[in-house]
């Protein structure tokens, strides 16, 4: 979950721990306001690996990345 000040264009990725981007959850223009989203990677993802992985959120000037652990 996010909360953002202004609208803009926010930008939601997965990556793994060698930078290589596993997917774009949001990459779209969103009004001010709260947003709250589930990772569900077996509905998106085939053959995503348990282990440590790392979400970017990115919405206009603001850039957040943050380690999350994928279990099975």
């Given at each position: 979950?996010?909360?953002?000040?202004?609208?803009?264009?926010?930008?939601?990725?997965?990556?793994d721990v060698l930078g290589n981007e596993v997917a774009t959850l949001v990459n779209e223009y969103r009004?001010?306001?709260?947003?709250?989203?589930?990772?569900?990677?077996?509905?998106?993802?085939?053959n995503l690996a348990s282990g440590i992985y790392f979400y970017s959120?990115?919405?206009g000037s603001f850039v957040e990345t943050k380690k999350l652990i994928f279990l099975k």
């Open positions: 979950s996010w909360q953002s000040s202004v609208g803009s264009r926010q930008t939601l990725k997965i990556s009004d001010a306001g709260s947003y709250e989203l589930d990772f569900r990677p077996a509905s998106s993802i085939k959120l990115q919405a």
